[in-house]
C-alpha cells in the first residue's frame, strides 16, 4: 500500500511573516493522526522560519524547496545548492515544474541534472511531468511525459519507493480551474507507472508514489484520489488556504 502524500506548492507567494501565519493555521486545521504525508514547498527565502517552527511544534508536515541547484556551491548566482537545504531539514524538491520549464526554460537536461543533485544529497524529487495543450490535442501526452522521464531519469540506476516523487501535471490544468478528468488522470499514472516498471522493477513501480497535479480543490480531490494509481497531489493554488488544504489531505487519506 502506498502512503499518500500532499504536497502544497506556494510558488511565488507568501512573505516570511505570512508563511509562518499559514503554517500555524495549518497546524491548527489539519487533523495530525491523518494517514497521509504532508509536506509544504514555501518560497526559499520562508523556508528557514518554516524550518524552525515545524522543529519547535514537532509537526509530521514535512519540508520542500521549490527547486534545487545540482552542484553543492560555486559561481551560480540566483541558485540554491542541495546542502543549503539540507541544512534546513529540507527533505524533498520539486524539479521540472512547468512554470520552471515553460516559463523560465529548464530544458530535460538540467531537471536531470537538478533531480541528480537532489539524490546525492538524500533529498527526495518530486519529479514533475505533464503536456500541453497542443501536445494533448495532437494524441502526444504519453510520448511526451514519457520522454520527461526518462531524460530526467538518465544516470539514475535504480529507485526504491522511497527515493522519488513523480507529479502528473498536466500544463493546461495548472491554475486554470480546469482538473484533468480523474480517469484521465489515472491513464497517464498508470502509463507512468508501468515506464517506471520498465526501467527498473515490478517493485519500484509499485512503491513509487505518484502524485496529480492542476487544479486541485477540496471539490475534486476525493474523485481523483479514488483513482487506483493516484497517490495523491500536488496543490497549487488551494495550498494557501489552510482550510482547503486541510480538506484535501483529508481526502487523500480518506480515499
Ligand atoms: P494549481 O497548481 O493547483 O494552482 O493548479 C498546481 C501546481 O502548479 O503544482
Not at 500500500?1 to 503554517?23: D, I
Not at 551560480?76 to 543549503?84: A, I, K, L, Y
Not at 527515493?163 to 478528468?181: D, F, K, M, Q, S
Not at 495523491?232 to 487523500?252: E, K, N, R, Y
Request: glycine share 8%.
Amino acid at each position: 500500500m502506498r502512503r499518500p502524500l500532499v504536497c502544497g506548492n506556494w510558488k511565488m507567494n507568501m512573505t516570511c511573516a505570512k508563511s509562518v501565519n499559514l503554517v500555524n493555521e495549518l497546524l491548527e486545521t489539519l487533523d495530525r493522526g491523518v494517514l497521509a504525508d504532508v509536506v509544504v514547498a514555501p518560497p526559499f527565502t520562508a523556508l528557514r522560519s518554516v524550518s524552525t517552527l515545524l522543529e519547535y511544534e514537532k509537526a509530521t508536515i514535512a519540508l520542500a524547496a521549490q527547486n534545487v541547484h545540482w552542484k553543492v556551491r560555486g559561481a551560480f548566482t540566483g541558485e540554491v545548492s542541495p546542502e543549503m537545504l539540507t541544512d534546513l531539514n529540507v527533505a524533498y524538491a520539486i524539479v521540472g515544474h512547468s512554470e520552471r520549464r515553460h516559463v523560465f526554460g529548464e530544458t530535460d537536461e538540467m531537471i536531470n541534472k537538478r533531480l541528480l543533485g537532489a539524490r546525492a544529497a538524500s533529498i527526495v524529487p518530486i519529479l514533475c511531468v505533464g503536456e500541453t495543450l497542443a501536445d494533448r490535442d495532437a494524441g502526444r501526452t504519453q510520448d511526451v511525459v514519457r520522454g520527461q522521464l526518462f531524460d530526467a531519469l538518465d544516470e539514475v540506476e535504480s529507485i526504491s519507493g522511497e527515493e522519488l516523487v513523480i507529479a502528473y501535471e498536466p500544463v493546461w490544468a495548472i491554475g486554470t480551474g480546469r482538473a484533468a478528468h480523474p480517469e484521465e488522470a489515472n491513464d497517464v499514472i498508470r502509463h507512468l507507472r508501468a515506464l517506471v516498471g520498465s526501467r527498473y522493477t515490478p517493485e519500484a513501480a509499485r512503491t513509487t508514489r505518484i502524485l496529480y497535479g492542476g487544479s486541485v480543490t477540496p471539490g475534486n480531490a476525493l474523485d481523483i484520489f479514488r483513482e487506483p494509481d493516484v497517490d495523491g497531489a500536488l496543490v497549487g493554488g488551494a495550498s494557501l488556504d489552510p482550510a482547503q488544504f486541510s480538506a484535501i489531505v483529508a481526502a487523500a487519506a480518506n480515499a
